[in-house]
């Protein structure tokens, strides 16, 4: 299967601009953009201090997207992540308060310590493809 050079023109710029801050981490960027080309996600494991946080928040800005991150606890309920309605008093209507799931780009950091109930939420909008 062969590549569009307008294709992979924009991802070696792309690649190129997120390397300028990103330094050292050439095979994990190669991957990160592979998991992005293939419209999929990437879980990263690894100790502190290699630079995953500053990855995603450099290639969202890189493609001038939102970023977000959520530190999963073990308080957490699906609602943090997903959003809720909240009531409006002086209106009388309800508005939707949209969870940071709601983005282009998503940390979830320490997913293990979630809830169940939490973990089963972003599994289920990462499968559905809902956000």
Known sequence: M?????????????LYEVKRVVVGQD??????MVALLAG?????????????????KTLAAVLQGQFRRIQFTPDLVPADLIGTRIYNQKTGEFSTALG?????????????????????ALLEVMQERQV
Not at 105 to 118: F, G, H, M, T
């Open 100 to 120: 940071p799931v709601f983005t282009h780009l998503l940390l979830a950091d320490e997913i293990n310590r979630a809830p169940a109930k939490v973990q089963s």
């Open 40 to 56: 999929g996600h990437l879980l990263v494991e690894g100790v502190p201090g290699l630079a995953k946080t500053l990855t995603v």
């Open 2 to 14: 062969e590549t569009d050079p307008a294709t992979a023109e924009l991802m070696e710029r792309i």
């Open 27 to 32: 095979r994990f960027l190669e991957r990160v």
